[in-house]
């Protein structure tokens, strides 16, 4: 077997990375919706209670921007609507409506996600979840350590 050099490495990681956002950009144009509006709705659906727009954009990796504008034109064709919580805190709640599109657009999604972990054994789901931690950590601990660095040196 070739040895794995660091090029072949993060080329295949980048590959792979690439390839994963290409199934949810299908499933998001299949479903008819913007990408944008389709990570809302999943983080909407799979939030294990109540969300505001500030939970969703700490979840996913897009501007505050783009997830106002996503909720924005969701708002406008009805499918979700804010709810005032405690203090300045809106919820967002979907409506029938975004119910229904929910049930059409996310939970499919979701039934690809699960039907690919349940074609993992037990170790290979804890293994990926262990490994892709270890390599989330060192990539923090590096670029902490660039990012913290002075740009003279």
């Not at 070739?2 to 990681?13: D, H």
């Not at 708002?75 to 809106?90: S, T």
């Not at 990926?128 to 350590?145: S, V």
Request: hydrophobic share 40%; no cysteine.
């Amino acid at each position: 077997m070739e040895k794995l050099t660091f090029q072949r490495f993060i080329t295949e990681v980048n590959r792979m990375y690439k390839a994963e956002e290409d199934v949810y950009r299908r499933m998001a144009r299949h479903s008819g919706l913007a990408e944008a509006a389709f990570w809302a709705l999943y983080a909407i659906e799979t939030a294990p209670g109540p969300v505001t727009q500030t939970d969703i954009v700490g979840t996913l990796s897009l501007s505050k921007q783009t997830i106002n504008s996503a909720l924005k034109q969701l708002e406008q064709l009805g499918h979700v609507r804010f709810i005032d919580g405690p203090g300045r805190k809106k919820y967002l709640q979907l409506t029938e409506q975004g119910r229904a599109l929910t049930d059409r657009a996310i939970r499919p999604a979701l039934e690809v996600e699960r039907q690919a972990f349940l074609g993992m054994t037990e170790e290979e789901r804890a293994g990926l979840l262990a490994l892709e931690r270890r390599y989330l950590a060192l990539l923090h601990r590096g670029a902490d350590r660039l990012l913290n660095s002075s740009q003279e040196e």
